[in-house]
């Protein structure tokens, strides 16, 4: 079966100070990976896809990155957290198949708190 | 504009109810899905509907989808205390890849034992 692991769960970071949040998926092959941010009381903003190693599509401009390095890794950096930038980060996959691949299984999250 | 607005943005039940929460759209879809999320959790996909289908069960859910009105309606029946929750409703993004969805805001579902 699948499994999508994110880390760290939690963190607290200094204004300036720079963002690296991990994800790996593991029981399946060439899955779309997303990062969606959702800000208290909101709803989820997606804010990058990726349909490949190294393909990487921006939803929103912003103070932060992705990359994908390999398969079913996806990396959201930033090199200076900004204020705005805190909330709760979730990592997803999907399968690139239609209908099944409109089906969104995400992560537990990361709650990033910048001060 | 914003797809998936739901309705109401928070929802407050006796265990044993039945819980119903809304979900409007604007353009057109070819299915829409609906989603949990606990506190501080991440979501959960509960079920998608295809825009094909007018009812779909799950065990004690119940999504309804009328696209001539672009809405559709989930209903838990027998809610339980741990059916506390927010539930989000997602439609395919326009022109976006497989999987590239727009959530709503959600409603927040308190289920009081």
């Known amino acids: 079966s699948q499994t999508i692991h994110q880390w760290p769960a939690t963190l607290v970071q200094p204004v300036g100070s720079p963002l690296s949040l991990e994800c790996t998926v593991e029981?399946?092959?060439?899955?779309?990976l997303y990062w969606y941010r959702q800000a208290a009381g909101r709803g989820l903003q997606l804010l990058f896809y990726s349909v490949g190693i190294g393909q990487i599509s921006s939803e929103v401009p912003q103070n932060l990155s992705a990359s994908r390095p390999q398969d079913r890794q996806f990396i959201l950096s930033s090199k200076k957290l900004l204020l705005s930038d805190s909330g709760f980060y979730l990592c997803a996959w999907s399968v690139p198949r239609f209908p099944a691949g409109n089906t969104i299984y995400f992560g537990e999250g990361s709650w990033l708190t910048v001060v | 504009s914003q797809q998936g607005e739901e309705d109401p943005q928070a929802l407050s039940i006796q265990e044993g109810e039945n819980a119903t929460m809304n979900c409007s759209y604007k353009t057109s879809i070819n299915n829409l899905q609906w989603y949990r999320q606990n506190s501080g959790r991440g979501l959960v996909h509960l079920i998608l509907i295809r825009s094909n289908e007018r009812e779909k069960h799950s065990g004690r859910l119940r999504v309804t989808l009328d696209t001539s009105k672009k809405s559709s309606s989930l209903l838990i029946t027998a809610s339980r205390a741990a059916d506390t929750a927010s539930y989000f409703c997602a439609t395919p993004r326009r022109g976006g890849s497989q999987g590239n969805l727009i959530f709503g805001k959600g409603t927040k579902l308190s289920v009081k034992p």
């Open positions: 029981g399946t092959s060439n899955p779309n």
